[in-house]
């Protein structure tokens, strides 16, 4: 018969537990930091009544000192407690120990991302959609999002950087059409397949049906999703041996983090970072579960080339004829 832990915990604060029990409780406190944990916690919410008790055992032992064998039985529960709580800070401690320098370590090797992130250096990303999935919530047709028109799909899609900021992204349409939005450093704008080119000098404003955007963690703009990373996230170094492949093709070495959503905090539940241990430059991003309009949608953007574009490579004018009717907003 399976014994009941939780009742143990309830009948040990009544102190109404046998010496077996006690002991059996003992054991289980002892046998897991997740047990000890419980206990702690319980032991916590029960200090005043505890302290009282404290008090009315100090009286006892003046007037009625014959009941020696019960204050025995009372120093019982009061071991228990010491035990757990020394328990669960010799746990706390060693877990202290061993994560310290691992945060440390991801965070160092954060910070070399970033830096290498905003180096002058153009890059082409192509995006793969991994899973696509539209939550309950909005699945209702009655739902704000259901009734906006459908974005264009990440499949294929194509994303252009420069530095932090900068960018293209070209997206296909239903039809094979390109759709096409960007920024340079003093506008953003897009482009439609129809209809005239639109731009603004607010430089959030085509990049806000991007995914990631409403998170803080826009797939257009490097630097400042990897700077939500700090607080958002907590990050992990994946040993070489862990990586899919712990050498590149030019004999130079990868590195691997895993980021994990902290909760309370928006944005994709995963990201994984594949990037040179020796430059800092990211090759692969990944990132797990993330707003794309309705979807919940798990991405891929492997880098494919790095490449010298024409200063003009980020204006719009770049990328459509001059017959385009173009319009500010």
């Not at 061993?98 to 192509?126: G, Q, W």
């Not at 990049?207 to 963690?217: I, M, N, T, V, Y």
């Amino acid at each position: 018969m399976s014994v009941n832990y939780e009742d143990l915990i309830d009948r040990y604060f009544d102190d109404s537990l046998s010496s077996e029990q006690l002991a059996q409780l003992n054991e289980w406190i002892k046998s897991d930091p997740k047990n000890a944990r419980q206990f702690a916690s319980r032991a916590m919410l029960h200090d005043r009544l505890r302290s009282e008790l404290a008090v009315a055992d100090e009286v006892a032992k003046v007037v009625l000192p014959s009941q020696s064998q019960s204050m025995t039985r009372r120093r019982w529960p009061f071991a228990l407690a010491s035990t757990a709580c020394a328990v669960l800070l010799a746990v706390s401690l060693l877990w202290q120990a061993v994560d310290a320098p691992s945060a440390s370590a991801a965070m160092t090797e954060l910070n070399r991302i970033i830096e290498a992130s905003k180096m002058s250096v153009d890059r082409t990303f192509v995006i793969s959609v991994l899973d696509a999935v539209v939550p309950p919530k909005h699945q209702d047709r009655r739902s704000p999002e259901r009734g906006r028109p459908p974005k264009p799909s990440l499949e294929g899609a194509v994303l252009d950087v420069r530095g932090p900021d900068q960018f293209v992204l070209g997206r296909k349409t239903a039809t094979g059409e390109w759709f096409i939005t960007g920024r340079n450093e003093t506008t953003s704008w897009a482009i439609r397949p129809d209809g005239p080119v639109r731009y603004s000098d607010d430089l959030a404003e085509f990049a806000r049906d991007l995914p990631g955007h409403e998170d803080g963690l826009p797939i257009n703009n490097l630097s400042d999703g990897l700077e939500a990373l700090r607080t958002a996230y907590d990050l992990e170094l994946a040993s070489v041996s862990d990586t899919e492949s712990s050498a590149k093709n030019d004999g130079g070495t990868i590195r691997r983090m895993i980021a994990r959503k902290k909760p309370g905090f928006r944005g994709a539940e995963r990201i994984e970072i594949v990037y040179d241990d020796a430059s800092g430059q990211i090759s692969e991003l990944r990132f797990d579960q993330m707003s794309y309009g309705p979807q919940q949608i798990s991405l891929k953007m492997t880098a494919v080339e790095e490449q010298a574009f024409p200063e003009n490579y980020f204006d719009h004018s770049h990328h459509h004829g001059p017959e385009r009717v173009v319009e500010f907003e």
